[in-house]
């Protein structure tokens, strides 16, 4: 109760640093990591410097409800895939164009397409119950909620990101994804909604290249849980054993091999 009074009541600068520093005993790993990787893709020292300074000013500036070493993690798995391996990056769920524009960044410097699926009108209407997450915090997301338009999302990528490389296909998932095809080597998924994932993992985790990764921001989330630890849903909807994750139950961020 007192840290949440204290998070309303401080400044904006100071609450930022206080996330970060908050932050850092998960995200300092994850950068010492991404600064010592050696890729398939060509990437520089200097262009792994200024990816990790310029997460932290877009999250200064956007509204980003996740960690810079979770961002890593995803960018890493991009440059771990060979440049000659033909693909695009997806992400599901845009918000405010946080992650967007830090993925779009990835993705130039990667060469790669990106493709930017989301209602742009926040969480759809549904009947799931929702309360708490795996750390005992509120988790509800009545409808509309997590709402960036079009034009906010790409406003924010043209400023802090790289729009060029990136497509954005608006409507409900149910509505855009049935008939992708396209090759895809690493899927991001922020969608809060079990209903939504599964929509996601249904049409995205097909069109996986060899050694490429979804990934799920909602790991925290005991639907999100129930629904990837579900033997039953892989089979039925996807004719496959459970894949292999990392972080599941553990972490905010899932990865799906």
């Not at 997806?90 to 699926?117: C, D, N």
Request: aromatic fraction near 12%.
């Amino acid at each position: 109760m007192m840290k949440d009074f204290l998070r309303k009541k401080m400044p904006w600068p100071a609450l930022y640093l206080y996330r970060k520093l908050n932050a850092l005993p998960y995200d300092f790993p994850r950068i010492i990591t991404f600064i010592a990787l050696k890729p398939e893709t060509r990437i520089s020292l200097r262009q792994k410097l200024f990816l990790i300074l310029r997460f932290y000013k877009i999250s200064y500036f956007i509204n980003c409800p996740h960690r810079e070493g979770e961002m890593l993690e995803v960018v890493h798995k991009i440059f771990s895939i060979p440049h000659e391996k033909n693909g695009v990056i997806v992400e599901a769920g845009s918000f405010k164009g946080g992650s967007t524009s830090k993925i779009s960044l990835a993705a130039e410097i990667a060469g790669r397409k990106f493709l930017v699926f989301d209602s742009f009108e926040g969480i759809p209407d549904h009947q799931e119950a929702h309360g708490k997450n795996i750390f005992g915090g509120d988790a509800y997301f009545p409808e509309g909620s997590y709402c960036g338009s079009l034009e906010e999302v790409k406003k924010n990528v043209e400023k802090y990101g790289c729009i060029k490389n990136c497509e954005f296909i608006k409507g409900f998932f149910d509505q855009t994804m049935p008939g992708f095809k396209t090759p895809v080597i690493v899927g991001y998924i922020d969608v809060d909604l079990a209903s939504s994932t599964k929509t996601c993992l249904v049409y995205l985790y097909p069109a996986l290249v060899k050694g490429g990764a979804l990934f799920s921001q909602d790991g925290h989330l005991p639907w999100i849980i129930e629904l990837l630890s579900s033997e039953n849903f892989w089979q039925s909807e996807l004719g496959i054993n459970i894949p292999k994750m990392h972080g599941l139950g553990k972490e905010k961020l899932v990865s799906i091999e």
